[in-house]
């Protein structure tokens, strides 16, 4: 086969028995291939006419799509998303179903992340049980605040809240008043922590008004807490309705007040 060099490239032919060419091919240099290699045009070939024949180019692989970047949310309000979506399975499936890695996984993030919100599994569940009983702590500071020295009324304003609470919330808040939440060294911690806190936002309220020791007033304020509490599971179970139960829990505390 001869072999003609050109300036731009090498130049073949084949020629028949008779030595007359019947076909030839350009055929560019690396640098020219690469230059060319966007139009998918390496060489190209003329018959004896000299008509061209380009190469036609492969279909187009497609191309793969870029992972959705996540939107991005300063820490502040980063770690308030993690605890609604913490609140979310406490509320849903109980506080033993909350761990790392199922809020990394609902959350849409990763488990380092989640350790640089909350360090410690304790730190997790201190922090979402805050996010739940924050509602109900509002509601029955205002209604001390708002009835002074008047323990039934005060009582009747703060029952509204919390038998207003969506059903998984004020389960959750059961679980750990009544200590049914779990008997983990966490959890145990947490369940006094909150006694401590509701037995002291009602133990002036019912020291002024029955008159008594702190001591004793702490008692009957945690006395009254647990009835409550054991009255909405009631009205939640479809025992009594709610109208009656508040009756009934209302009549409770006018009796313990009555001097």
């Known amino acids: 086969m001869p072999q003609h060099v050109s300036g731009r490239g090498r130049r073949w032919e084949m020629r028949g028995l008779d030595g ?12 020219y291939r690469h230059q060319r290699a966007g139009a998918g045009q390496y060489c190209h070939s003329v018959n004896m006419s000299g008509t061209n024949m380009p190469k036609t180019p492969g279909p187009a692989k497609p191309r793969k799509r870029a992972p959705a970047k996540r939107a991005y949310l300063s820490r502040d309000l980063r770690r308030q ?24 996984e609902r959350g849409g993030t990763s488990r380092q992340l ?26 029955t ?26 059903p998984g ?4 808040l059961w679980q750990l008043i009544a200590g049914t939440a779990g008997s983990t060294p966490e959890l145990d911690q947490i369940r006094l922590g909150i006694r401590k806190l509701i037995s002291g936002i009602w133990t002036p309220v019912v020291r002024k008004e029955l008159d008594m020791s702190e001591a004793d007033a702490k008692v009957y304020a945690w006395m009254s ?20 139960g508040v009756k009934l829990f209302n009549g409770f505390i006018e009796r313990v007040a009555k001097p």
């Open 20 to 31: 007359r060419p019947f076909f030839c091919c350009m055929v560019a240099p690396a640098a």
């Open 81 to 104: 998303t993690l605890l609604e979506v913490a609140a979310n399975i406490v509320e849903t499936e109980g506080w033993a179903a909350l761990n790392m890695s199922l809020l990394a």
């Open 114 to 139: 989640i350790y640089q919100h909350f360090p410690s599994m304790e730190q997790l569940l201190a922090d979402t049980a805050w996010q739940i009983f924050t509602e109900v702590m509002k509601g």
């Open 141 to 166: 500071t205002d209604s001390i605040a708002a009835n002074p020295g008047n323990l039934a009324e005060a009582a009747k304003s703060a029952e509204a809240y919390s038998l207003d609470l969506p």
């Open 169 to 172: 919330r004020g389960d959750a």
């Open 225 to 244: 807490i647990l009835a409550f509490w054991g009255m909405r599971q009631l009205v939640r179970d479809g025992e009594i309705s709610k109208a009656r």
